[in-house]
């Protein structure tokens, strides 16, 4: 009855007579073949709270990235307090008054509370402030200082929510918002209060009780379309249910768990396992069993999956596989001891654009299907036609790509896939991600036959309902471990979301959490802090030196290795912030060359040449940053591919200016910069300023703080309303200026010119990088870090040549350098890292 | 597999050049003559054998710096140990093969297992085998030239110097290893996808290291070849090919990211490469220009394979780079 979008349209009930806050119409999203959105249409009112409700893969997402600027859509208008609204950008959104929590949520896990608050604009971030606003949401359980990788995913999603709620948007987007909580009154207070503000609120769930609990009405969309909107104090949940998947909620059958074998072993058993964010978790799933998992999100089901998978190892405890204890170090392994894993992520973990769907399917069992060294294709294609069968997968798609094919029919590749390995155990999760009403139903029939067929399945899922339609039995997940198994009748979505919030009988037990934050000792954190590991190294090298050679502790010593170190320290410091960005910029080489070669050819002695030379050295580094970064930022071009490409023109043109080493450096700059003048050491005055500017850019600007937040989650930060683009583009800007002055410095040390000069910098800067502490990963360490680093490295030098090793040799010992580097900082991440529950 | 597109891709690449050719048989006398195309098929052998190896790598993601450094250990350790003696050519040219691909092998399990990012792995590796055959050789390569090895570029085999036929054979060998065995199946798998070829149980790590290894010993394997071609070994003979191997790879079509291009695109994009120096070097102009040039040209490839990539494997609109996690919960 509620099947007509018109028909089900009933006149607000009650409702203030307010300016509707958000008018949509006729809004439509198409996703190549695939529609996503359908002439949406949707209206609510400021201080109206408004359900958005439908399955995973109805079209929710689209509209939140629609309304945020993510994405334009192909048709339809959208209005904010009646003013058009097409956003081109986050910010754009913002700035009408749109404010969303996202379901993945945009924080920074590398930043502070405060900092991520603050973002976009960190530059105001402000402790006090924070605290003020945690404070107003009553969140003072959450320190604004704090790191939030070291924060619960729970607490996450409230900081996530609070700024959203902070911004004290027109539209408030919250995006599937209770899904990490377990206590969601806390939510409900806060909407309920910003709503009364006159906040219109667009609260994007599947769960009625929440509706219920906060909304007057609902719209309900089904694959892509409106189905309608309902009064919710009028409709009862079948019939939201049924306009959600399009019929009433499916029964169980119950001719299930026949074909169990009692007694025998059983297919997989965990005993005791444990991981980061699940603790003493034991089962068994036996033969012609459906398991499944419930569990909010965030409850540690993910990681148990990886564990079993193969593709995480756990902490402790025991696997065993037909009774048999089994090691699970890789997705491989667990393959050939039967177990099937299909993964979440469809896209990035699943398919491989560009093969065809049965190199898809065939990719894991290939190697099987050799004739004398070659795949035998006859024999490749009588295997995946017969999984392609069972997974309802036409024969003509076998030879199209896979990116070509819809959501659902990829999945179903994926389940041919596992199929086709010949698991006898499979481990779902949430196998109906983002695909249609159609193929969830072929995919519930795959999963029934494998299991009547005597195998096993363990599967997780966020729609309950589908947990409670398939699995003979139910685990439920809460805080990381397993509080309840249910069966038969106990079997019902209102008892597994009452279970997986804590609030039934399994939340009564005290809940041991899972190994949650260890305090870290101060000794443990400097280990841990890469600026003070090089600073220690640099230390223990300096001694060393100075028991050999005293003169090094004198103001010209010092001098020396200042003056040695300098271009070095400069180069790796640009690196630094590439690095921090999680990029590369291999062009260091080629600028310094050529501002080498051009300080050293065209520049008149005197106070003019010095300054001029300067100049140029700059110029020229900051022109190739700039290309560096449009390319990269704006072209999107892998860094490593591109500034190799820069660094070989600039390393062709430093020939050209100068074909062999020779040239000469105006005085001014050869002695001048590097001689001690009446007490005055100009390299440390230098060395002092840089570090001044390079500090207070990093550490006190905007952009300093969107570099981290670049390095770290790029996805993140562009949903926080970073502008990622331009952050890439000003550090490699920023980078390539820093190389040009460290070719300026390299001439006044050198007070010659070489268009070679620019070679062993590559290595040296990424070694000086490495040893610094700065995380190739992005995101992590600091420029002093990289600095030191580079004052390490050429100490080391004159260790070397001190104890007499043989120069020919001081390669080895830099190449060594730079992997042992890197292998101690990534054992000191290892040891270190702390997974928050 | 798109085999077919990169196939076009290397026909095309293959006509360029061919067409290049007939225009510099324009531009004066001794251009295009058969004794220069020979010339040319000679140089362009050891762009490939390098770019051989290369291309595995580049397939799965990576990137070799070490190839120059390992092309000159391969050439001294031949000048060393293999001289005149036909019993050393047994022994060494497969010991000498093994050695270089073992210090591949090494950047891979540094790349597999450590995670070190490939450029700084290899850059590593690459310092570290300079230093060592400069300490080996205390900076003077001492030795005597192979006349076999040297044969190869004088004789004759089916109408060409035998080198050129051998590059060939190897050529076909890895385009069949490539796209007819599980094993090419596997890198292009890992190349297109990282993550989902561990899950979906693929050998990722030896795979990775197998790669660096191949790269290794067929820079290795240059290295004994550009020996016998200049009668001798330098302390700097395989520098100048790192450059043409990636410039080749990428230029034939492979994608730097990994996971597309073919053999034949390699074999092609060396072809035109090794004319173009050719024709730059007839013009007499400076090495600064040949490598301006080279820069500029491997520039313009990832430009031309950018957009080309972006029309096949990008969502039409929205913020690109960022979306991909918001794409996948669509």
Not at chain 1, 302 to 327: N, Q
Not at chain 1, 659 to 683: H, K, N, Q
Not at chain 2, 57 to 62: M, Q, R, S, Y
Request: aromatic share 6%; net charge positive.
């Amino acid at each position: 009855m509620f099947e007509s979008p018109r028909a089900a349209t009933i006149p607000r009930r009650g409702a203030r007579p307010s300016e509707p806050a958000l008018e949509v119409g006729g809004l439509t999203k198409s996703y190549g073949a695939t529609p996503a959105l359908r002439d949406f249409s949707l209206d609510v009112c400021a201080g109206e709270v408004h359900a958005l409700v439908g399955e995973n893969g109805a079209g929710k997402s689209t509209l939140v990235k629609i309304l945020n600027g993510i994405v334009a859509p192909d048709r339809g208008s959208i209005a904010i307090a009646g003013a058009l609204f097409e956003p081109r950008s986050l910010m754009d959104a913002r700035r009408a008054g749109v404010a969303t929590a996202f379901q993945e949520l945009s924080l920074l896990p590398n930043l502070t509370v405060a900092v991520n608050l603050a973002l976009p604009s960190p530059g105001k971030a402000n402790e006090a402030a924070a605290a003020a606003v945690l404070a107003e949401f009553g969140a003072t359980d959450i320190r604004p200082d704090a790191v939030v990788r070291d924060v619960s995913l729970a607490q996450r999603q409230r900081i996530e929510l609070i700024r959203a709620m902070s911004l004290r948007p027109r539209l408030l987007v919250l995006d599937e918002p209770t899904a990490a909580l377990a206590q969601p009154q806390w939510l409900f207070e806060a909407i309920e209060r910003i709503a009364a503000d006159g906040t219109a609120v667009l609260f994007i769930t599947h769960r009625l009780t929440e509706v219920r609990r906060l909304c007057a009405r609902a719209t309900v969309l089904r694959n892509g379309t409106k189905i309608g909107t309902v009064d919710v104090a009028r409709t009862n949940d079948e019939q939201i249910f049924g306009m959600m998947v399009g019929s009433a909620p499916a029964r169980r059958s119950d001719a299930r768990g026949s074909t169990r074998a009692a007694g025998a072993r059983p297919a997989l058993s965990l005993e005791n396992l444990s991981g980061s964010s699940f603790s003493a978790v034991t089962f068994a799933l036996h033969d012609g069993e459906i398991l499944g998992i419930a569990a909010l999100e965030g409850q540690g089901q993910r990681e148990l999956f990886r564990v079993l998978s193969g593709s995480t190892p756990p902490a402790t405890g025991t696997i065993r596989v037909r009774g048999e204890k089994a090691r699970l170090p890789s997705p491989a392994r667990a393959q050939q001891s039967g177990i099937g894993f299909l993964p979440e992520e469809r896209k990035s973990e699943g398919v491989f654009p560009g093969l065809d769907v049965e190199a898809n399917v065939s990719l894991p069992v290939v190697g099987r299907l050799q004739r004398f060294g070659l795949i035998d294709r006859r024999r490749e294609r009588r295997c995946v036609l017969d999984e392609a069968r069972h997974v309802d997968l036409p024969e003509r798609v076998l030879t199209m790509d896979i990116e070509a094919l819809s959501g659902g029919s990829q999945q179903k590749a994926l389940v041919a896939r596992v199929l086709l390995s010949g698991a006898r155990t499979l481990i779902l999760y949430d196998p109906t991600r983002g695909v249609d009403v159609g193929t969830k139903q072929s995919i519930y029939g795959i999963i029934r036959r494998f299991a009547a067929g005597g195998r096993s399945v363990l599967i997780y899922s966020t729609e309950l309902s589908e947990l409670v339609e398939l699995c003979d039995r139910c685990l439920v997940m809460y805080h990381g471990t397993i509080v309840a198994d249910v069966a038969g009748e106990e079997l019902a979505e209102n008892r597994l979301i009452a279970l997986a919030t804590g609030r039934l009988d399994g939340a009564a037990r005290s809940v041991p959490r899972p190994r949650g934050l260890p305090a870290r000792k101060p000794l443990v954190r400097a280990i841990g802090d890469g600026t003070l590991r090089a600073l220690a190294f640099y230390l223990v090298l300096f001694a060393i030196l100075a028991a050999r050679d005293p003169t090094v502790v004198t103001i010209p010593g010092m001098n020396d290795l200042l003056d040695n170190a300098i271009p070095l320290a400069l180069a790796a410091a640009g690196a630094a912030l590439v690095v921090l960005t999680h990029n590369f910029d291999l062009s260091v080489a080629g600028v310094i060359a050529l501002s080498n070669v051009l300080i050293a050819t065209a520049l008149p002695e005197g106070p003019a040449g010095a300054v001029l030379g300067l100049g140029l050295a700059l110029a020229v580094g900051l022109l190739v940053g700039a290309a560096n970064g449009f390319l990269v930022a704006y072209r999107d071009l892998q860094s490593v591919a591109a500034t190799f490409a820069t660094m070989i023109v600039c390393s062709g043109l430093a020939l050209l200016v100068l074909g062999a080493p020779g040239g000469t450096v105006p005085r001014l700059i050869s002695d001048g910069l590097t001689g001690i003048a009446g007490g005055f050491v100009p390299v440390a005055a230098i060395v002092a300023a840089v570090v001044l500017v390079l500090w207070m850019a990093v550490r006190r600007t905007g952009w300093g703080v969107a570099l981290y937040a670049v390095g770290a989650d790029e996805a993140a930060a562009s949903l926080a309303g970073v502008r990622t683009r331009r952050t890439k583009f000003w550090a490699f800007c920023a980078a390539g200026t820093l190389y040009g002055l460290a070719g300026y410095m390299l001439s006044a040390v050198t007070a010659t010119g070489d268009p070679n000069s620019g070679n062993t910098y590559l290595i040296s800067a990424y070694a000086a990088v490495a040893v610094g502490g700065v995380s190739f990963a992005g995101g992590y360490g600091g420029l002093l870090g990289a600095m030191i680093g580079a004052a390490t490295l050429s100490l080391l030098q004159k260790v070397l040549f001190s104890i007499g090793v043989v120069s020919f040799y001081t390669g080895i010992a830099q190449g060594s350098t730079i992997i042992l580097a890197l292998l101690i900082g990534a054992l000191c991440e290892r040891a270190l890292r702390v997974r928050p529950a | 597999m798109k085999i077919g597109r990169d196939d076009a891709q290397a026909l095309t690449l293959f006509a360029i050049t061919i067409a290049f050719m007939l225009v510099m048989s324009r531009v004066g006398p001794g251009f295009g003559s058969a004794s220069q195309i020979e010339a040319i098929l000679v140089l362009a052998s050891f762009v490939m054998v390098v770019a051989f190896g290369q291309h595995f790598v580049v397939l799965i993601g990576g990137l070799d710096l070490a190839v120059g450094s390992v092309m000159t250990l391969g050439g001294i350790l031949a000048f060393a140990w293999i001289g005149d003696s036909a019993t050393a050519l047994w022994w060494g040219v497969p010991a000498i093969v093994a050695i270089t691909g073992l210090v591949g092998a090494i950047s891979g399990i540094g790349v597999a297992f450590a995670r070190i990012p490939p450029f700084v792995m290899t850059l590593a590796m690459g310092t570290i085998a300079a230093s060592a055959f400069l300490g080996i050789t205390q900076g003077v390569p001492r030795g005597s030239a192979s006349p076999f090895i040297s044969s190869l570029f004088t004789g004759s085999w089916i109408g060409l110097p035998p080198v050129v036929v051998l590059t060939i054979a190897l050529t076909a060998l890895g385009s069949i290893v490539q796209r007819m065995t599980a094993l090419g199946r596997r890198v292009y798998a890992i190349g297109i996808n990282p993550n989902a070829a561990f899950l979906a149980g693929l050998p990722v790590r030896r795979v990775t290291i197998l790669c660096y290894a191949v790269s290794g010993a067929t820079a290795g394997l240059a290295g004994i070849l550009m020996m016998g071609y200049s009668s001798g070994a330098t302390l700097t003979m395989g520098q100048s090919y790192l450059l043409p191997s990636i410039a080749a790879v990428v230029v034939g079509g492979t994608s730097i990211a990994g996971g597309r291009g073919s053999l034949a695109g390699v074999a092609a994009g060396a072809l035109l490469l090794t004319t173009f120096t050719t024709l730059v070097t007839g013009l007499a102009v400076g090495e600064g220009w040949r490598i301006v040039a080279y820069g500029s040209v491997i520039l313009i490839a990832l430009l031309l394979l950018r957009s080309d990539v972006s029309r096949w494997f990008k969502p039409p609109s929205g913020i690109q780079t960022s979306t991909a996690r918001l794409d996948a919960g669509a």
